[in-house]
């Protein structure tokens, strides 16, 4: 029993019985409404896995989420909520598409220019919020929201000026092509790729008819990136800490204020890669009207609460959020299925995970009580 109590508070089995327990919630709301649970998984585990192309936009649309996911926990780790990663993916997509449709570079100019760009723009909303925190004391939370409408209305403004709006549109312009950071987007689309990959039925269906880029090459190497700064630097030590214990941080000599304005300064800056990579490799390569969040930002809580105390574990569930949200799609469509079935098994998962903090003190107190009856 011992090791079965071990097995329990183990965060990864843990987190494994939360999407397992949402699957089932998921499957007796879809019986009480009158649909067939088992064929309506089958459908939605189809809809992921039956095709090339299906896998491989599962794997492009979880990198923004992967990348907000990593932003968020990134300021957990910190002692920090960064609700406002919404608002930095969206000032990231504001700028990169404004600086590729006025920049005319070369590509390997071009590229990095305008993600950077994205990227600062992000950082620096993110810093706004740490600053406002570590300077007048204005939680986080309340400032993130702020700033996420903020973002949503500039991207309106933006969208519909005489500058950069498209014609009979809701958007802009796309950036220019050299701004792109889809892999063979010019050889796919030519004679001799056309021609090579209609020999190949496995990689014409996965790059020929899908937004193949680097963004979920990019995203996997930041979680990386984020593990290293978190657990193998000096400030990342702080930030900790801080996150940990204010107290104590302060006791040792660290400077609280400016490492919060630093943590929140590096979340925004993901949450600003994540903007920009969608705009440079994915979609239209533009932005256009909000009339309400696309919760890239706000889907990457949820992956960050599901990852288990680890930035690898975002990778996974930004997975698993992108292929639930995917077989939505499919779910609504063949079965007539009510599609938001899917945001209750989001909801429900994050639910249960939420849930897993107390599984170790439920575990003792089972086992507590199980000694003291024998």
């Not at 109590?5 to 019985?17: A, H, Q, Y």
Request: aromatic share 12%; hydrophobic share 50%.
């Amino acid at each position: 029993m011992k090791k079965l109590d071990n097995i329990l508070k183990n965060p990864l089995v843990s987190t494994v019985l939360a999407i397992i327990l949402g699957f089932m919630v998921a499957s007796v709301i879809l019986l009480a409404v009158g649909y067939k649970p088992g064929q309506c998984l089958a459908v939605m585990f189809n809809a992921v896995f039956s095709r090339p192309k299906f896998i491989m936009n599962v794997i492009i649309k979880s990198s923004p989420i992967i990348l907000t996911g990593l932003s968020v926990f990134f300021a957990f780790k910190s002692g920090l909520f960064n609700i406002g990663a919404e608002g930095q993916y969206i000032a990231s997509t504001i700028v990169t598409t404004i600086l590729g449709i006025i920049l005319d570079l070369p590509p390997l100019i071009q590229v990095p220019v305008i993600v950077l760009g994205g990227v600062l723009a992000g950082a620096l909303l993110g810093a706004a919020v740490g600053f406002l925190k570590a300077k007048f004391g204005i939680n986080e939370v309340i400032t993130s929201i702020m700033f996420n409408w903020i973002a949503l209305y500039l991207c309106n403004y933006v969208s519909n000026s005489e500058r950069f709006h498209r014609p009979e549109s809701d958007g802009t312009f796309s950036i220019r092509d050299s701004g792109f950071t889809n892999l063979f987007y010019n050889w796919k689309f030519s004679k001799e790729g056309r021609e090579y990959l209609k020999n190949n039925q496995f990689l014409n269906d996965a790059v020929l008819k899908t937004d193949f880029s680097l963004n979920f090459i990019i995203a996997v190497i930041m979680a990386f990136v984020v593990w290293l700064i978190l657990y193998k630097t000096v400030k990342g030590y702080e930030f900790r800490v801080s996150g940990i214990n204010v107290d104590a941080a302060r006791n040792n000599g660290m400077c609280v204020e400016r490492n919060i304005v630093y943590s929140m300064l590096i979340a925004g800056a993901l949450s600003g890669l994540a903007g920009a990579l969608t705009v440079t490799g994915t979609g239209s390569h533009n932005i256009h009207v909000l009339a309400i969040f696309e919760n890239n930002g706000f889907n990457g809580m949820s992956v960050a609460l599901i990852a288990g105390g680890t930035p690898f574990g975002c990778i996974f569930a930004g997975l698993l959020f992108s292929g639930l949200i995917y077989a939505g799609q499919s779910l609504q469509f063949k079965t007539g299925a009510p599609s938001e079935i899917v945001n209750i098994m989001i909801g429900v998962i994050v639910f249960f995970v939420a849930l897993t903090q107390f599984m170790p003190t439920l575990v003792d107190m089972i086992s507590k009580r199980r000694n003291k009856d024998v």
